[in-house]
């Protein structure tokens, strides 16, 4: 058991340092940058290496244990397992491509690979719960900006693949191998639970479009030298300024603490100091890394002792001396259990199902579409998709949140909008007109973001907090079972058929992928259809939760 930080200024570190851990979060978005030397140095077939890839998507996305260890365990133990994770995974991958150990066994390489990409979510899963606990009240704009962040992860490690270790595999791997390591034990100490807000801070929105601002400054960086590498040649010299820029950038979410150090509100602090010295005695009570959320003390107490019969709980039920203990309510801490029994569970688990599924078939072959369709170099393709799913992920954080305390609109609502224009973005590259393709690749991108925005935090406000880590891993899984189905399957199976008829390995104009996008845009109908469902169903709830323009917990009535 651990006491919580109090006062304004560690939520604000631990943000800033959650934003490092994300960056290093998102090494599983590396795999293409160093999977041409695991074919080539050891020798592997396409097909082994697409068996690789499934590794990578795996251990990327189960995050089931991560949810769990949430609950048991205080915020730096889980970052050390991701620390270990990755050390250990990406440490025999680097020594297999870098020959320092010779034939190794593929199993224990795909063993690896699920190893070290599972990092990604252990400290992934650590910051994110942390800070939404932290941001009680923000749910949506925490969502959005860590996500978003872990979205331009890999655009960052593909910049310093290419400026400084100039495009050596053997050496990016010797980089995750230690360096997501010393970020992890760097950011253990910041990243950490803190005495939420006990109400609307102004402040507080000044802060987060900071952040945001800052996130959007870095994603237009990354995008423009990158363009910049690939048509020009730069120097060594240039190229480490472009890379001493971006840590510049990656810092700027601290300038927040160190303005509240700076220039410390003296009137806030003093109110502040009165509120948490009540909070803080009874913070000994508190889990390690999820503290009971305040919507657990509304629900009421309920004692069991062996040694109080059962004929007295009643009488003290009846006299109210005891509260009966009676099932959560949408807003309320749900166990896992209690989550996944709920109709509501698994409309968002399909709604983000669909969304995601059909979005990652195309992330996943946008190389070979963009073949199939002229385009040979899908560099500025698979860039303005990342940029744009940064944009998605963001902005979905952003105007879920505005319309919510506004207009009390359920975050679920741009799930509906995003999936319907899927559906005529799938349309759009099924009918290969000229100048559509990046107009397709850029809307989808911020589709696709959406997704993970505001799943997220409508998973936290539907179940509460307290099991958020297991619950939101749980329907995280919808990405790689659609990746699995959409993507190695239907997608794999089109293009092979396709392909055979044109005589060769390779599949080129539009009848290649043309079957897959009507689908997925079927897909994407079924998905809008059940987003609306579900939008309807939570109306009250959010009229609830956001009454006053601003989150507040429910109110529970005793059974």
Not at 289 to 302: E, H, K
Not at 409 to 432: D, E, H, K, N
Request: net charge neutral; proline share 4%; hydrophobic share 50%.
């Amino acid at each position: 058991m651990v006491d919580l930080k109090a006062g304004s200024r560690p939520p604000w570190v631990g943000l800033g340092a959650a934003v490092w851990v994300q960056i290093a979060a998102g090494n599983a978005y590396t795999f293409s940058l160093y999977s041409p030397s695991l074919k080539s140095v050891l020798g592997f077939s396409q097909q082994q290496l697409t068996i690789l890839g499934v590794a990578n998507d795996i251990g990327e996305n189960v995050g089931i244990l991560p949810g769990i260890a949430c609950n048991k365990l205080p915020p730096w133990s889980v970052l050390l397992v991701g620390v270990f994770a990755s050390f250990f995974g990406y440490g025999v991958i680097w020594l297999a491509v870098s020959q320092t150990v010779a034939s190794m066994p593929y199993w224990v390489l795909w063993g690896a690979l699920c190893v070290a990409t599972n990092s990604s979510a252990w400290l992934g899963t650590a910051v994110l719960v942390t800070n939404m606990r932290n941001f009680p009240l923000s749910r949506g704009t925490v969502a959005g900006i860590l996500k978003g962040y872990i979205g331009l992860s890999g655009a960052v490690f593909t910049e310093v693949f290419t400026m400084v270790l100039n495009g050596s595999a053997s050496s990016h791997l010797l980089l995750l191998t230690l360096g997501i390591p010393t970020i992890g034990l760097a950011m253990m100490y910041f990243v950490r639970p803190c005495t939420p807000a006990s109400g609307e801070d102004s402040r507080e929105r000044g802060h987060f479009l900071f952040v945001q601002a800052a996130s959007v400054t870095l994603a237009v960086y990354l995008l423009t030298t990158t363009i910049l590498k690939d048509f020009l040649s730069l120097g060594h010299a240039i190229s480490y300024t472009f890379i001493a820029v971006m840590i510049v950038l990656l810092m700027a979410p601290l300038a927040i603490p160190l303005k509240m150090t700076l220039f410390p509100v003296i009137g806030k602090r003093k109110g502040e100091q009165g509120d948490l010295a009540g909070d803080k005695g009874d913070s000994n009570a508190m889990d390690p890394l999820l503290t009971p959320s305040s919507s657990a003390t509304n629900i009421g107490s309920y004692y069991e002792s062996e040694d109080v019969s059962e004929v007295d709980m009643l009488l003290a039920v009846g006299e109210g001396a005891v509260k009966k203990k009676r099932k959560p309510r949408r807003g309320e801490d749900f166990t896992f259990r209690e989550a996944i029994v709920k109709a509501d569970f698994w409309l968002l688990w399909f709604v983000y199902f669909f969304g995601v599924g059909s979005g990652v078939t195309v992330l996943n072959n946008l190389a070979q579409i963009g073949v199939s369709l002229g385009v040979d170099d899908a560099t500025i393709l698979l860039s303005l998709f990342s940029f744009c799913n940064f944009l998605g992920r963001l902005g979905a954080g952003v105007v879920s949140e505005h319309f919510v305390r506004s207009k009390t609109i359920p975050r679920t609502f741009w799930m509906a909008v995003t999936q319907s224009i899927m559906i005529l973005t799938f349309l759009l590259y099924a009918s290969a007109m000229n100048g559509t393709l990046y107009a397709a690749t850029a809307l989808l991108g911020v589709c696709y973001g959406v997704q993970f925005g505001i799943m997220i935090p409508t998973a936290s406000e539907l179940f509460g907090l307290k099991h958020f880590g297991i619950i939101f891993n749980f329907i995280g899984l919808g990405n790689p079972v659609g990746a699995l189905l959409f993507s190695g399957w239907l997608a794999g199976q089109v293009y092979d058929t396709e392909a055979a008829k044109q005589l060769g390995s390779s599949c080129i104009g539009v009848t290649c992928f043309r079957l897959t996008f009507l689908v997925l845009a079927g897909l994407c109908g079924v998905g809008t259809l059940l987003s609306v469902v579900l939008t309807v169903r939570l109306k009250p709830v959010y009229q609830m939760l956001y009454a006053n323009g601003s989150f507040r917990l429910p109110q529970s009535s005793d059974h």
